[in-house]
């Protein structure tokens, strides 16, 4: 099956400063998606990116897709104490079921 | 409404008990999951029901028992777990195919 791979597995910053999380994936894909997940909660669709596009914003957010190297980076810009979850991005074709990669665990220091 | 509705939150069951987690959306979305969350880790893909029918089993133990009554409840039987099956049980929803996905909080299931 498809699996989003993310790195770092762990990030900590200070707030107002910048992070960026790296997916790698396996297989061609319709799109991506990223969530994240306040600890021990549910998880929360952040945004999803089409095969077809490159770049998309939301918010602070901003992905980037690059389907030759099969790859996605999630950046939030401004980060805030808020911040801190775990981040996964998801893969999958239409048709077939969506799997998580490991994640990344975000930490934003005040 | 964009809420999906887990229940119960926590649940304590010993190996020999019958439990049913149970879940519940009102976005008239046809596909429902269920995944297993162990701390740490991700999310892992139990079930999918797409249309109110099975459509994905991803190898998990019979003591694991889905069921989807209607298009907006989904339910999981459980009989005989074993300690290592406590873990966070997420259910999600979604349009069908791979798209923005639902999640409710989850059952923190313990099995003692």
């Known amino acids: 099956s498809q699996q989003g791979e993310e790195d770092p597995q762990a990030l900590s910053i200070q707030e107002g400063e910048n992070a960026t999380m790296n997916c790698s994936y396996k297989?061609?894909?319709?799109?991506l998606q990223w969530y994240r997940q306040n600890s021990g909660r549910g998880l929360v669709h952040l945004i999803l990116?089409?095969?077809?596009?490159r770049e998309k914003h939301s918010g602070r957010l901003r992905v980037t897709l690059d389907t030759s190297k099969k790859s996605s980076s999630l950046l939030i810009t401004a980060s805030r104490a808020a911040d801190t979850a775990s981040y996964f991005c998801a893969t999958g074709n239409y048709g077939q079921n969506f799997v998580f990669g490991p994640g990344t665990r975000l930490s934003v220091l005040p | 409404d964009t809420e999906v509705t887990q229940t119960p939150k926590h649940l304590v069951m010993g190996m020999t008990n019958k439990k049913s987690l149970k879940c519940e959306q009102h976005?008239?979305?046809?596909?429902m999951y269920w995944y297993k969350q162990k701390a740490k880790k991700p999310p892992e893909l139990m079930f999918v029901y797409s249309y109110e029918k099975l459509s994905i089993n991803e190898s998990v133990p019979s003591r694991f028992s889905p069921e989807c009554p209607n298009s907006s409840l989904l339910n999981l039987h459980l009989h005989a777990l074993q300690p290592e099956d406590s873990a966070l049980y997420l259910c999600a929803s979604s349009q069908v195919g791979f798209l923005e996905a639902f999640f409710g909080q989850g059952t923190r299931l313990t099995v003692v």
């Open positions: 297989t061609s894909i319709n799109n």
């Open positions: 976005m008239g979305h046809r596909a």
């Open positions: 990116i089409r095969s077809n596009e």
